[in-house]
T-cell receptor
């Protein structure tokens, strides 16, 4: 089966600009996650969707970050305006409701963001 | 969710078994032990998980102590492609995956 697709792979912007990342989960996966991974650290959950509804966005900096999953399939994460500390890899993951009880998540390769 | 403690780094010779320890002394009865790994420039990859019993799959074996306060991930025959950061995560089956810094494993020829 096809994996989790993310684009772009790399993005360089200047601070105060806006940026958007796209994720297409594995077909049929109802749960979608966005993580932020700062260099040298493990991924940190930003937001979790179940279909097109938000389950958990407690770690999402809502003053500048937003995410949507309008049709319950692909998702977009946006940062506006970006700060230097937003430089990180943004990872998308998904899992199937059939397997969610096992907490097995499938990750994309991520988008590496550099804010200058 | 219980926290875990892992060594920062480990070296392993190609073809030998790699034994990765993880301490989780505050684990509660319904929390599982999950292992993921992250190869450079890739997203994390699920390896294995367990509750009480030892588990084995095509990638690895997971040994959980009887008191469940620690566990060991075993890669039976390490290859160069096993070079990665390995994360031990303790959480409920419905809980969040909270990644720590993990163990950097380097497999050498």
């Amino acid at each position: 089966e096809a994996g989790v697709a993310q684009s772009p792979r790399y993005k360089i912007i200047e601070k105060r600009q806006s940026v958007a990342f796209w994720c297409n989960p594995i077909s049929g996966h109802a749960t979608l996650y966005w993580y932020q991974q700062i260099l040298g650290q493990g991924p940190k959950l930003l937001i979790q969707f179940q279909n097109n509804g938000v389950v958990d966005d407690s770690q999402l900096p809502k003053d500048r970050f937003s995410a949507e999953r309008l049709k319950g399939v692909d998702s977009t994460l946006k940062i506006q305006p970006a700060k230097l500390e937003d430089s990180a890899v943004y990872l998308c993951a998904s899992n199937s409701p059939d397997r969610s009880y096992k907490n097995i998540q499938y990750f994309g390769a991520g988008t590496r963001l550099s804010v200058l | 969710d219980a926290k875990t403690t892992q060594p920062t780094s480990m070296d392993c010779a190609e073809g030998r078994a790699a034994n990765l320890p993880c301490n989780h002394s505050t684990i509660s009865g319904n929390e599982y032990v999950y292992w993921y790994r992250q190869i450079h420039s890739q997203g994390p990859q699920y390896i294995i998980h367990g509750l009480k019993n030892n588990e084995t799959n095509e990638m690895a074996s997971l040994i959980i102590t009887e008191d469940r306060k620690s566990s060991t991930l075993i890669l039976p025959h390490a290859t160069l492609r096993d070079t990665a950061v390995y994360y031990c995560i303790v959480t409920y089956s419905w809980g969040k995956l909270q990644f720590g810094a993990g163990t950097q494993v380097v497999v050498t020829p």
